[in-house]
C-alpha cells in the first residue's frame, strides 16, 4: 500500500491545502507542522500560479500574495525538502501543467522525489493526456491523483479502475471556493467509484465547516478543506498559525 493510500486507512482522512509562500515561506513551514499537529492525515501544498483557472478568488489573491512576495517553484522544493523528516504524513503539490512544464517535466519530477513528496495534483491535465505525466510520475515514486467532477460522467468508471493513491471528487461546478450548501453530486459520483473501484475518495471544492466535512464522510472517505484555511491566512498574515490549528482540530475532530 503506498504511503498515501495509507492516510485513508485509519478512519476518515482530513487533507487540509495550503498555498507556499503564502504570506511567506516560514509561515508556510509552521502551518504544516501545526496542520500535522491537528490530525491532518495528509497536506496539499498549492504552488502559486499566476493563471490559476480552477481557483476561486481566494485562492487565487493568495497566489498572487505568494508570487509578489518572490515565492518561487524551487523555493517550494526547498523548503519541502528541508521539513521532509519532520512531516510525516504524506505532502502532495497541486499545480497546473503549464508551472511543470516550463520547468521541465523530468527536472521538476526529480526535484519532487527529492524533495521526498509523495504525489501531484494538476487539475487541468485532462484524464485523456494524463500519460505525459503518468508514467514520468511512476518513475520517480510519486502518484499522480486523478480528478472527477459532476461533469465526468460515464468517464467515472474508466478513472476508477485506472487510478492509484485516491480520487480528488470535486463537490460541485465552479472554481474553489466556500459554499453554503453542497449538493450530493459527490454522493451520486462515489455510488459510481464503488461499483468498480475500492480506490479511496477524498471530497473538495467547498468544505469549510467541521459540519459539512462530517456530512461527507458519512459517504466519502475523507475531505479536502482548502480556501477555509486560505482565506484565514489572508486575514492573519503572519499570525494564521494558531487560527488554521484550530479550525483543522475542530474540523479532524468530527471525522
Known amino acids: ?73 524551487d523555493k517550494l522544493f526547498d523548503m519541502v525538502g528541508r521539513i521532509r523528516e519532520e512531516i510525516m504524513v504524506p505532502i502532495l503539490f497541486m499545480t497546473y501543467y503549464n508551472p511543470i512544464f516550463s520547468y521541465g517535466t523530468d527536472r521538476f519530477l526529480a526535484r519532487c522525489a527529492q524533495a521526498g513528496l509523495d504525489g501531484l495534483i494538476v487539475p487541468d491535465l485532462p484524464y485523456e493526456e494524463r500519460e505525459e505525466l503518468y508514467q514520468p510520475c511512476r518513475s520517480h515514486d510519486l502518484e499522480l491523483i486523478s480528478l472527477i467532477a459532476p461533469t465526468t460522467g460515464e468517464r ?22 466556500m459554499r453554503s450548501v453542497i449538493d450530493d453530486s459527490a454522493k451520486k459520483m462515489i455510488a459510481q467509484v464503488r461499483a468498480v473501484s475500492d480506490i479511496p475518495c477524498a471530497v473538495g471544492f467547498g468544505i469549510s465547516t467541521p459540519q459539512q466535512a462530517k456530512e461527507m464522510v458519512k459517504f466519502a472517505d475523507g475531505v479536502i478543506v482548502g480556501s477555509a484555511i486560505v482565506k484565514i491566512v489572508a486575514e492573519h498574515g503572519k499570525g494564521c498559525v494558531k487560527p488554521v490549528f484550530q479550525l483543522a482540530r475542530s474540523i479532524k475532530e468530527v471525522l
Open 1 to 73: 500500500m503506498s504511503k498515501i493510500a495509507q492516510a485513508f486507512s485509519d478512519g476518515k482522512a482530513f487533507i487540509p491545502f495550503v498555498t507556499g509562500g503564502d504570506p511567506d515561506i516560514e509561515t508556510t513551514v509552521n502551518l504544516l507542522f501545526a496542520l500535522q499537529d491537528a490530525g491532518a492525515n495528509a497536506i496539499e501544498i498549492g504552488i502559486p500560479f499566476s493563471d490559476p483557472v480552477a481557483e476561486g478568488p481566494v485562492i487565487e489573491a493568495a497566489s498572487g500574495r505568494a508570487l509578489s512576495n518572490g515565492c518561487t517553484v
Open 156 to 177: 467515472i468508471d474508466e478513472i476508477a479502475r485506472n487510478s492509484s493513491g485516491f480520487l480528488y471528487c470535486v463537490s460541485s461546478l465552479g472554481v474553489t471556493g
